[in-house]
């Protein structure tokens, strides 16, 4: 057989493998958007996955709780993370949505090391982000002003925090940031801050976490309620989600995830909370185990 006829078959052939390919990884492709809390998380999980299904593609991206369940609802994307439930955010369709509870994550208030403080009350703190109290002095710490550094609209860490701490009263005009890291950085870096993450982003000697009563913000507080101050990782698909969105999701369920995965990198297993709060923030006990 001629070289040219050869070449020009091995070229085809190339063009058919690389097609198939191409379609194959398409069609497993699964992509995840929303929450930043949840990132780190979802991050993990798609690697791990990956290795053990060597032809699925997971794609994870941030934005926010709000972006992740108005892209889900949209068909844009087969998951969206978020830190709320889909029912409390204005233009979402909780209806049409399927929420599958993955985690627990802790939200704690951190502080720059400067400012002198461990622990402050709730009412301090909500004083602090409604503008009432513009000096560290004013609860205890040195003589300071206080630079508030919160989460930006759509934020679902934002919006746990509000609900949990400010009482309905409106959060002072601030600089606004959209990921856990960013806010640790500046908090880090800017004396007088203060601002508030997910427990997985936390473990940093450059930054004080805040006691909230002289409740210790663990993961054991978190699982009676104790430490008030966090919120579910929701993943919402579709109410009839693909093939390949409900196994990922099964994945996400199971012991690899919720045993090994999820406390090693921070965050709490559904499986180890003693009180269930549904989407109006009521807590209910539900035994030892789950």
Not at 62 to 67: C, D, E, Q, V, Y
Request: glycine share 8%; aromatic share 6%.
């Amino acid at each position: 057989m001629p070289k040219k006829v050869v070449s020009k078959l091995l070229a085809l052939l190339f063009l058919i493998l690389f097609f198939v390919v191409g379609c194959a990884n398409n069609s497993s492709k699964i992509t995840i958007v929303g929450s930043s809390a949840m990132q780190l998380l979802a991050e993990q999980a798609g690697n791990d996955y990956r290795l053990s299904h060597p032809n699925s593609n997971i794609v994870v991206q941030g934005g926010g709780s709000g972006t992740g369940l108005s892209q889900v609802q949209a068909g844009a994307v087969q998951i969206g993370t978020s830190d709320v439930y889909a029912e409390t955010q204005n233009g979402i369709n909780a209806k049409k949505l399927q929420d599958h509870l993955i985690a627990v994550v802790g939200i704690v208030p951190i502080v720059n090391k400067d400012v002198g403080i461990k622990n402050l009350t709730k009412a301090q703190l909500r004083d602090i982000f409604t503008g009432k109290v513009t000096n560290w002095k004013e609860v205890g710490g040195k003589n300071e002003a206080i630079t508030v550094i919160n989460r930006s609209k759509g934020s679902g860490t934002r919006k746990s925090f509000e609900d949990l701490i400010l009482d309905n009263k409106k959060a002072i005009r601030s600089q606004e940031q959209d990921s856990n890291g960013t806010v640790k950085k500046i908090v880090n870096s800017t004396p007088g801050t203060i601002s508030y993450i997910s427990f997985p982003y936390a473990n940093d000697k450059h930054i004080q976490k805040i006691s909230i009563d002289h409740v210790q913000p663990t993961n054991r507080n978190i699982t009676t309620n104790k430490w008030q101050l966090w919120s579910y990782e929701h993943m919402y698909t579709k109410k009839n989600p693909d093939k390949k969105t409900r196994a990922f999701i099964k994945y996400m369920l199971g012991n690899k995830v919720q045993k090994d995965l999820i406390p090693k990198i921070g965050y709490l297993s559904i499986n180890d909370m003693k009180v269930i709060r549904n989407s109006q923030n009521k807590v209910t006990k539900i035994g030892n185990s789950r």
